[in-house]
C-alpha cells in the first residue's frame, strides 16, 4: 500500500496579534484538509528555526488521532561566504533578504531529502483552505510525476534563456512564456522523481550555479521547466476538479 504524506511549510511565529491571526488561519488549513481526506494520510509540518509549543498544540488539537510529524528542515540560506560571493550577481535583494529565495529553493528539491518513507506527497501550503476531496489527486499521481489544480504563465527569467540553451543543448528555444504549475497545492509521485537521474542532475545544477538566490527562479518555474524538458505530456496533469481558497491572494482557484 502507497504510502502518502500531506505537507507544508510553516513559518516561525513569535507572539504578535498578526502571528495569532494567522496561526487561526493556518487551523482552517488543516481542518479543510481533514475533512476532505478522512485523515488518511500523514501530515508533516516542516519549519525552520523553531517551532512554538503552543503553536504545536494548537496544530494538534486542529488534526486529532493523526500521524503528525514535525521536521526542523536547513533554511536553505546561502552561507556567509555564498552570499559575499553573490551580493553583486543578485538581481532582487527583497527576496533575497526576505528569505523568499530560500523557500522557493525548499519547495523546488530539498524538501525530497526529508521525505524518503512516502510514495506520494501533497503539498498544500499553509495558506489555502481545501474546498473539496482531494484523493483524486493520488489516484493519478500512479502514472504521473506531478498533478496540480492550475497553469500560470512565467516570463523567462533573466540567466534562464542561455542556461537553457546551454544545459539542453538547445541552439533555438522559445523565449515566450513558460507554463508552470501552481505549486502551492500540489501532488508529487516522489518514486518517480527520486528515480530520475535526468532530473537529480538538473537539481545539482541549479545547486551548484546558486540560480535561485541569483536571479529569483521560483520553484514553479523550476518544475514548469521540468515539464516542459524533461516530462512527456502524459507524465504530468492539471485537475480542476481541485477546488481551494488561496488566502494571501485572496482568491478561488478552480
Known amino acids: 500500500m502507497a504510502k502518502i504524506a500531506i505537507a507544508t511549510l510553516v513559518r516561525d511565529m513569535f507572539e504578535n496579534n498578526y502571528n495569532k491571526w494567522f496561526q487561526t488561519l493556518v487551523m482552517v488549513r488543516n481542518q479543510s484538509i481533514w475533512m476532505n481526506t478522512e485523515g488518511k494520510f500523514d501530515f508533516i509540518f516542516f519549519y525552520e528555526n523553531h517551532l512554538h509549543e503552543e503553536y504545536r498544540k494548537k496544530i494538534k488539537y486542529s488534526l486529532p488521532a493523526h500521524d503528525i510529524k514535525f521536521i526542523h528542515v536547513n533554511n536553505f540560506l546561502p552561507t556567509s561566504e555564498e552570499r559575499e560571493t553573490l551580493k553583486p550577481k543578485v538581481l532582487d535583494l527583497g527576496c533575497f533578504f526576505s528569505n523568499y529565495t530560500s523557500m522557493c529553493k525548499f519547495w523546488s528539491y530539498g524538501f525530497l531529502e526529508w521525505v524518503d518513507e512516502y510514495d506520494y506527497l501533497i503539498r498544500i501550503d499553509d495558506d489555502c483552505v481545501s474546498l473539496n476531496n482531494i484523493e483524486k489527486?493520488?489516484?493519478?499521481?500512479?502514472?504521473?510525476?506531478?498533478?496540480?489544480?492550475?497553469?500560470?504563465?512565467?516570463?523567462?527569467?533573466?540567466?534562464?534563456?542561455?542556461?537553457?540553451?546551454?544545459?539542453?543543448?538547445?541552439?533555438?528555444?522559445?523565449?515566450?512564456?513558460?507554463?508552470?504549475?501552481?505549486?502551492?497545492?500540489?501532488?508529487?509521485?516522489?518514486?518517480?522523481?527520486?528515480?530520475?537521474?535526468?532530473?537529480?542532475?538538473?537539481?545539482?545544477?541549479?545547486?551548484?550555479?546558486?540560480?535561485?538566490?541569483?536571479?529569483?527562479?521560483?520553484?514553479?518555474?523550476?518544475?514548469?521547466?521540468?515539464?516542459?524538458?524533461?516530462?512527456?505530456?502524459?507524465?504530468?496533469?492539471?485537475?480542476?476538479?481541485?477546488?481551494?481558497?488561496?488566502?494571501?491572494?485572496?482568491?478561488?482557484?478552480?
Open 137 to 254: 489527486i493520488f489516484d493519478e499521481l500512479e502514472t504521473k510525476y506531478l498533478c496540480y489544480p492550475k497553469l500560470s504563465g512565467e516570463i523567462f527569467r533573466i540567466g534562464l534563456e542561455d542556461f537553457v540553451k546551454m544545459y539542453f543543448d538547445k541552439t533555438q528555444i522559445d523565449t515566450g512564456t513558460v507554463f508552470c504549475p501552481y505549486t502551492n497545492f500540489c501532488g508529487f509521485n516522489l518514486n518517480k522523481i527520486r528515480k530520475d537521474k535526468r532530473i537529480k542532475n538538473f537539481f545539482k545544477e541549479i545547486e551548484n550555479n546558486q540560480f535561485i538566490h541569483r536571479y529569483a527562479w521560483t520553484d514553479t518555474l523550476i518544475w514548469g521547466i521540468i515539464m516542459r524538458y524533461f516530462l512527456k505530456e502524459e507524465e504530468y496533469m492539471e485537475i480542476q476538479a481541485i477546488k481551494y481558497i488561496h488566502l494571501s491572494h485572496l482568491c478561488y482557484v478552480n
